[in-house]
């Protein structure tokens, strides 16, 4: 097999005493679409936050196409596309401020930039909102805002932290098929989503984490061969709840006894 | 403690509320919870003056007892600066309507109309009623709150200068006066809502707490001096038809009409008025105020997805010339970033200029104040060779580094501060361009204006003779704010909240920087008079200038933090 383009060993992270990440290893192959599941404070964040550069201060070692994070973050950044989770961004500025701040941080040629920029807006049908201020926008908006902020580079490897959240049932569609051609293109994407359904089309290889761990890593037919030919929401109810959720719902019904 | 007492209190007439179709036990529990929402939350008189904290609040109703007790403080005055006692009474009452209004009238939008009522009451089977009524108590309660303690020293002072009787008048006429400052709120509200769409009318709160905080801070500068001043001890208020026409004038009449009844037509129609005008006023309010302000109250929260999408929103095209000077301060892309970022985002961010404008309305009424004292000790032209003008003008110059160090100690706050995820995903080498380009912006936005102005005024009134010391001076506001931004400017802009943590370091950075403006202009004072040192220092200065703002720009990685902060 080729060189992985990320590569992580033995990655750890405690956040004081809570260990989140217990020395994950995974090796992601350029071109893949992988899909990163895992209930809520399972470490998915923090793994995605490690990769961004969002923190630094982690055990272990990470490799992106060949270099390492910790010795040249900088490199690093510049090959990858970060779409954050919730739309945490200064929404006093308009889409064309904002995303010309991110031009100018990634250092793109101004003109090159400006034309992605109106393209990209224009494509997301937010050509008459360009010039308005982002605090007056929907979830949904703010999200394509983001979507751009993290392509406009035209980077190597995408990540993407529940980038369909807010967005309506068409935006939906025009990402995921986003997704897989950007895929086409020979782009690395790291997918991180509770959505199961999305997550099992999208994807060309599921990771499911759990406590800090890898629980299961394959596509989803080898996930399906290994755990019963269930959907990915029943494996991933398998894998991570410690009572059958139906239990979970009885007794909820039974608070109803008195 | 002190709430149970008020639901206690408001709860007594239990069957009379039964009476008119209140299902108590519904109102006793939004009451109890309403109460306890208010004691988490900062109070309106606090919040103006203190910063945020991100401790959780709690008791924040003795806070507004204790405020508006101070508050209280500030009008007594009104007792002292004549022995005119229409006069007196006309003052405090102005300074009671002025001050209920202007607490009230913030609260009121956070407080009193809470909109996630119609989420969480409407939706339960409460009955209409139970909600009226429940909004008046609160709205009654939390009055209580605030008018026992402002009045309070109101009434002391009333009663050990004129006795019971008076004293009980005066108690007395808190109530029509309260009436009508509430008509007085809701005429605003109304207004301002005519006019405008709800998220100005944000913007139109925010404003108003800033003015608020700054005339009470005026006030307790101006009061002091106004008791002594020979102009108001010989002013009184006339009984006339046009003094009738003012509300405050109503009360104080109707106390003296109370106080000692006569046949006085004037005292007993400023009586008789203000017993009406606010039993008219509050008819007024529930039946022509009410309907549309619930109407468009709805709006401001209900269906705001709504009308933002049909309203035609305001649009910030991209102005061509803050991007060219954009680039033609700005040595690189990252540094134009900081730049257009700060330059943007000080200019519209409600959160900033919340913080920042009440700092610079005090340093406006400072030095108001202190030229005025100058100019009444030397009532002479200002000349070259006066310590007194030289102090002046040093005053008026080295005062423009106080407002950049107020706007500079801002910058890397804001409540979007997780929104700095932008700052560690993309590849900036060298993130100290983001802190130049950041502080050049502050710079343009506020320095350049103010200092332009004052060289103006300075080379119009003195004469071209100022000019080395006007140079010398400007450069030195920029050393200031560069040598300020190099010791206080370590997070990123916009990227972190304000928190009481790390107290100990700032009150240190911020004792450095008010010592090197002082510092400065002391050097200046001793050389003002000698043109050449005063062109060594002006080189010296310059050359400094150019040295720190280049060693910002060149900071790296390892002076910041190292992580996203995300809580």
Redesign the interface.
């Known amino acids: 097999m080729a060189n992985p383009i990320i590569s992580l060993k033995q990655v750890y992270k405690n956040y004081g005493h809570k260990e989140v990440l217990k020395g994950i290893n995974l090796d992601i192959q350029s071109g893949q679409v992988i899909g990163y599941i895992g209930p809520n404070g399972a470490g998915k964040s923090t793994t995605v936050k490690i990769l961004c550069g969002l923190i630094s201060d982690y055990d272990g070692s990470v490799h992106v196409n060949g270099i390492d994070l910790k010795e040249n973050p900088i490199a690093v950044k510049k090959m990858i596309g970060y779409v954050p989770e919730l739309a945490e961004l200064y929404d006093v500025l308009t889409p064309l401020e904002f995303l010309g701040l991110m031009a100018n941080l990634y250092e793109i040629d101004e003109i090159v930039a400006n034309e992605r920029i109106h393209k990209m807006m224009q494509a997301f049908g937010l050509s008459d909102n360009m010039n308005q201020r982002m605090d007056t926008f929907s979830k949904g908006m703010k999200q394509k805002v983001l979507i751009s902020s993290g392509l406009l580079h035209n980077p190597e490897i995408i990540i993407l932290d529940e980038p369909l959240s807010g967005l309506d049932a068409n935006s939906v569609i025009i990402v995921k098929e986003l997704i897989s051609k950007l895929a086409k293109e020979g782009k690395t994407i790291f997918y991180c989503s509770h959505m199961m359904d999305v997550v099992e089309k999208v994807s060309d290889r599921i990771i499911l984490i759990n406590n800090g761990e890898v629980l299961a890593d394959g596509s989803f037919h080898e996930l399906q061969s290994q755990q019963g030919n269930n959907s990915l929401e029943k494996i991933f109810a398998q894998l991570t709840a410690q009572e059958t959720l139906s239990d979970t719902a009885d007794q909820l019904i039974k608070a109803f006894d008195n | 403690m002190i709430n149970r007492f008020f639901l206690k209190l408001a709860l007594l007439p239990e069957s009379a509320y039964q009476k008119i179709g209140v299902n108590t036990h519904q109102l006793k529990a939004i009451l109890s919870v309403k109460l306890l929402m208010d004691d988490r939350r900062p109070a309106s008189i606090q919040y103006a003056q203190k910063k945020k904290t991100s401790k959780p609040v709690s008791g924040a109703t003795w806070g507004t007892i204790i405020a508006s007790a101070f508050l209280g403080l500030i009008f007594i005055f009104a007792f002292y600066v004549t022995d005119h006692s229409f006069t007196q009474f006309t003052i405090y009452f102005s300074f009671y309507i002025f001050i209920l209004a202007a607490t009230l009238i913030t609260d009121f939008t956070s407080v009193l109309i809470d909109i996630r009522d119609n989420y969480i009451i409407l939706p339960k089977p409460v009955s209409d009623q139970t909600v009226l009524l429940s909004r008046l108590l609160h709205i009654a309660i939390h009055c209580t709150k605030v008018i026992l303690p402002l009045t309070l020293s109101g009434l002391i002072t009333v009663g050990i200068k004129y006795g019971l009787i008076a004293t009980l008048a005066l108690f007395f006429l808190f109530l029509p006066a309260t009436l009508f400052t509430i008509f007085l709120i809701n005429a605003v509200y109304v207004l301002v809502l005519k006019l405008t769409t709800p ?1 100005k009318f944000k913007n139109f709160i925010a404003s108003f707490q800033i003015i608020f905080s700054i005339g009470i801070y005026a006030s307790y500068q101006l009061v002091p001096r106004l008791m002594g001043s020979a102009f108001l001890d010989r002013y009184t208020i006339p009984k006339n038809l046009s003094s009738l026409l003012i509300p405050p004038c109503w009360f104080a009449g109707a106390w003296q009409f109370l106080t000692s009844p006569s046949g006085d037509l004037y005292f007993i129609s400023a009586f008789i008025i203000s017993i009406i005008m606010p039993i008219l006023s509050i008819l007024i309010v529930i039946k022509y105020f009410a309907p549309s302000f619930n109407r468009k109250l709805a709006m401001i929260s209900g269906s705001e ?1 709504i009308t ?2 049909k309203k035609s ?6 102005h061509a010339w803050v991007y060219r000077l954009a680039s033609w301060v700005t040595k690189t ?2 540094e ?2 900081g730049f ?2 700060t330059w ?2 000080t200019g ?2 409600r959160d900033f200029k919340m913080r920042i404008y009440p700092g610079f309305g005090y340093l406006v009424v400072f030095l108001f104040l202190s030229v005025f004292r100058t100019k009444k000790s030397h009532y002479t032209n200002i000349d070259l060779n006066n310590t007194g003008s030289i102090i002046l003008i040093l005053s008026l110059i080295y005062f423009i580094s106080f407002a950049i160090i107020q706007v500079l100690s801002q910058l890397s706050f ?1 409540d ?1 501060y ?2 700095s ?9 060298t993130p100290g361009e983001l802190i130049s380009g950041s502080v050049k912006a502050a710079i343009c936005k506020f320095y350049l204006p103010m200092a332009l102005v004052i060289s103006l005024v300075g080379v119009i009134f003195i004469g071209p003779s100022i000019i080395p010391n006007l140079l010398l001076g400007m450069s030195n506001q920029l050393l200031i704010s560069f040598v300020i931004a190099y010791i206080g400017y370590r997070e990123f802009p ?1 990227s972190d909240i304000e928190s009481t943590k790390r107290k100990g370091t700032t009150f240190i950075r911020g004792l450095v920087s008010m010592l090197i403006p002082f510092l400065l202009a002391y050097v200046h004072f001793l050389i003002f008079k000698f043109t050449v040192p005063i062109l060594i220092l002006l080189a010296l200065s310059i050359i400094a200038n150019w040295l720190i703002a280049g060693s910002i720009a060149q900071r790296s990685w390892k002076y910041f933090t ?3 902060r995300e809580d």
Not at chain 2, 313 to 318: A, E, G, L
Not at chain 2, 421 to 429: A, K, R
Request: aromatic share 18%; net charge positive.
């Open positions: 998220e997805q933002i999408i929103k305001k649009s910030y095209r991209p892309r990252v134009k970033a257009l970022q943007f985002i519209r961010s804001s979007k997780k929104a995820w932008i700052y560690y995903t993309t590849p900036i080498t916009f190292i992580n996203y």
